[in-house]
């Protein structure tokens, strides 16, 4: 049973137990449901404490039974709050560790609480594009005011126990119990067991001294600070709903129908998409969660660059000492440098205490010396990316390392099974291919070779829950996942050029569809230069696949970037602005000309799908090559290292909601355009085959 039953003395105790958070899956609502039933049913029970076993007192709806028949199997949690409320007998909730959505909303149904200190109390639902569903918003402003109530609510953030226990006028908690929360409890228990009547949180009243102007300003700064996502404007309404309902019910009706109506919605789809795609990612498919792991105590950097520098910063971060080799002794001073400055500026800005800065550097050490990294449990190389450079580094490792150190490359581009191949052990090479600045990008694409074993995989994929990011595992291809389709986007930006847009015109359009920045402003900020290589490769290998001149063209001027001062806009020293560049636009229309095309208006809607839908295409090849094992895999790559709009979920969750069957339309007529590949845009088989079907990628 997920809830166990005992009689303490004269008290009934009911402890949810389903771990890891006591989530109110079927089983748990059902054991707490029988609990309270035997409990009234019992002449020699007084009063009924319901807790949690382990690390929470329950961190809300069971994420496990999402969208399955069983999260609204009765008795639903509407349902078991009533019964709550109508129990002849009182409970109390004995609060502790977590106490989040549904779990809070169930406590709000008991008669009273008490709780640990240190508590983390939230209604989080708002993050997953909801409104709490179970009264959480009807509840919580009559017990803790409106103001604190709805700031809760819209913001989602958990608060500690005690905070909330020195709200004046509080009823939320009766008592905060230091100690013993059980022993407390029990106690409190005995003293309330014969007091009536029973005391009901939906009988107190929220009120508001100047309510109409509260609200109005609520809802200013709610629409200014959420202006993509609909429902934080929502628990406006349903905690106003909360003071102006002339019954308790109506108002749990008004927070109902909100509830479903959000649920319904695109943004809040993509969020709850992306939350489980999250947790869907460190699951892979042919390595069980029980996979033995290699200990990571000792890490090893090669190379002392920008992304050097940056990696060895996560690794400090997370109290795991570091060994950066570089070739030169300026190459290391240099690279540092870089280090101290970055965390000097967080120490500045008031976000890392000196104390937590010098604890880190004393994990840091320097050397030129394979002797001093040889006893490390893993190594990352990030120098040069350069097949020549990266064969003698990993010889060379495979010489020095110890047995079963596991051997990592940050290349972006290069193949990662001859990268495996140049040492004598295969099995310990695996891919760490982290994004730029790498101390603060999110993304760690884990590219796994073709003999890279489970337990390898396995290992790194913790070691990058440890420092903090999210892994994604990704087959070997020219690119991996993310790299691989940001190619296609950008071929079609090229292709914009050419057809009569202006750098400008295509960032506005893909910023206002919400990405963070568009392909022009994000290549400056790259450096085109690194493109420019990245074509030149490809054009030995790929002679026939096509491109926009206008980026070779831009690079044969000098202009890289940010870095040159100079790009696809120009920037004054100092600042990052960019400004549209006469010369750029000339270049462009030049180039347009000696073409001969005509220049055509088009609109933002073409190339919005232009670029994305060349994502969703690539996507579903990479899908169907098994180079990612899942479609959220690939959104979660989108989201958290390229930018995507989080409330569009990802291009292949975008591309669900957009429907399949008109994705492969517009792919259609892009085939018919002269100036794009019509190559390109035959839909990939496993997205033609699934939009004949009526599905979808997620
Ligand atoms: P970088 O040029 O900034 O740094 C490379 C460093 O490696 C230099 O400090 C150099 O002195 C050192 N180095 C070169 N050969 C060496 C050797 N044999 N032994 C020891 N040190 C050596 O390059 P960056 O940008 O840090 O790139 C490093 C790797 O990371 C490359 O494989 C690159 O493709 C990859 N990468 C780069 C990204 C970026 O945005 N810069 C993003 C993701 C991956």
Redesign the pocket.
């Known amino acids: 049973m997920a809830a166990s039953y005992e009689v303490r003395g004269n008290v009934a105790v009911i402890t949810m137990n389903n771990p890891p958070v006591n989530g109110l899956g079927y089983d748990t609502r059902r054991g707490i449901a029988e609990g309270v039933d035997r409990a009234n049913a019992d002449a020699a029970v007084k009063a009924i404490v319901i807790t949690g076993a382990g690390k929470a007192f329950s961190g809300g709806a069971d994420i496990r039974e999402f969208g399955s028949p069983k999260a609204l199997a009765e008795p639903n949690l509407l349902s078991l709050i009533l019964q709550l409320e109508g129990s002849a007998k009182p409970i109390v909730a004995a609060i502790h560790s977590v106490c989040m959505g549904g779990g809070l909303e169930l406590s709000l149904g008991c008669h009273y609480r008490v709780a640990a200190p240190g508590t983390q109390v939230a209604l989080p639902e708002v993050k997953l594009g909801l409104v709490p569903g179970a009264g959480g918003t009807q509840r919580l402003p009559r017990v803790l005011g409106v103001e604190n109530a709805l700031n809760m609510i819209v913001s989602g953030e958990p608060v500690k126990s005690e905070m909330l226990a020195m709200a004046p006028g509080q009823k939320l908690f009766d008592k905060i119990v230091d100690g013993d929360l059980m022993a407390g409890a029990l106690a409190f228990a005995a003293e309330i067991a014969d007091k009536r009547p029973l005391p009901l949180v939906r009988n107190l009243k929220a009120t508001h001294p100047d309510a109409d102007a509260y609200f109005a300003f609520a809802r200013n700064t709610v629409k200014a600070m959420a202006k993509n996502f609909p429902a934080p404007a929502r628990c406006v309404d349903c905690v106003e709903a909360a003071v102006k309902s002339a019954k308790f019910d109506d108002g749990m009706r008004f927070e109902r129908d909100t509830f479903l109506a959000l649920m319904m919605t695109p943004e809040s789809k993509a969020l709850r998409h992306a939350f489980l795609g999250e947790r869907a990612a460190s699951k892979i498919p042919d390595v069980p969660e029980d996979t033995p792991q290699r200990k990571i105590e000792k890490v090893a950097v090669?190379?002392?660059?920008?992304?050097?520098?940056?990696i060895s910063m996560n690794f400090l971060n997370a109290g795991i000492p570091v060994t950066i080799?570089?070739?030169?002794q300026d190459?290391?001073d240099?690279?540092v440098g870089v280090m101290r400055k970055n965390y000097e500026a967080q120490v500045k800005k008031g976000k890392l205490k000196q104390d937590k800065y010098d604890q880190r550097m004393a994990l840091l050490k320097t050397t030129l010396s394979y002797d001093d990294i040889k006893d490390a449990d893993m190594v990352i190389?990030?120098?040069?990316?350069?097949m020549g450079?990266?064969e003698?580094?990993f010889k060379?490792l495979d010489e020095v390392m110890k047995p079963g150190a596991i051997l990592a490359?940050?290349?972006?581009?290069?193949d990662l099974n001859k990268i495996a191949a140049f040492t004598k052990r295969p099995q310990d090479v695996i891919g760490t291919?982290?994004?730029?600045?790498?101390n603060v990008m999110k993304l760690l694409e884990v590219v796994r070779g073709e003999k890279t074993a489970k337990d390898v995989l396995a290992t790194v994929m913790a070691v990058g829950k440890k420092i903090k990011k999210t892994a994604v595992v990704s087959g070997v291809c020219d690119g991996f996942i993310g790299n691989r389709m940001i190619e296609q986007y950008s071929r079609q930006a090229g292709f914009l050029l050419d057809e009569g847009c202006t750098p400008a015109q295509v960032d506005k359009a893909i910023e206002k569809f919400g990405f963070a920045m568009g392909p022009f402003r994000m290549g400056d900020l790259?450096?085109n230069d690194?493109g420019w290589a990245i074509r030149k490769r490809r054009a030995v290998e790929y002679p026939d696949l096509k491109y926009s001149k206008t980026a070779d063209l831009l690079c044969e001027m000098g202009r890289y970037g940010q870095k040159t001062q100079a790009g696809w806009y120009d920037y004054v020293a100092g600042k990052r602005d960019a400004i549209p560049s006469p010369v750029v636009v000339e270049m462009i229309e030049k180039h347009r000309a000696s073409l001969g095309i005509t220049l055509r208006k088009i609109s933002d809607d073409e190339i919005v799908q232009r670029l994305v839908f060349a994502l969703v295409n690539e996507g579903a090849r990479i899908l169907e090559e098994g180079i990612a094992s899942k479609a959220s895999d690939i959104d979660m790559i989108y989201l958290t290292g390229y930018g995507f709009p989080v409330w569009r979920g990802g291009p292949m969750c975008y591309a669900d909601t957009v429907g399949l069957f008109n994705v492969v339309q517009a792919m259609k007529r892009f085939a018919q355009n002269p100036r794009d590949d019509a190559a390109f845009w035959q839909p990939a088989p496993l997205l033609a085959k699934l939009a004949a079907e009526g599905k979808s990628f997620t």
């Open positions: 090669i190379g002392a660059g920008t992304m050097g520098g940056g080799l570089e070739m030169k190459a290391l240099r690279g190389e990030a120098v040069f990316e350069e450079v990266k003698k580094v060379t490359s940050n290349t972006s581009t290069l291919h982290f994004f730029s600045p790498a790259a450096g690194i």
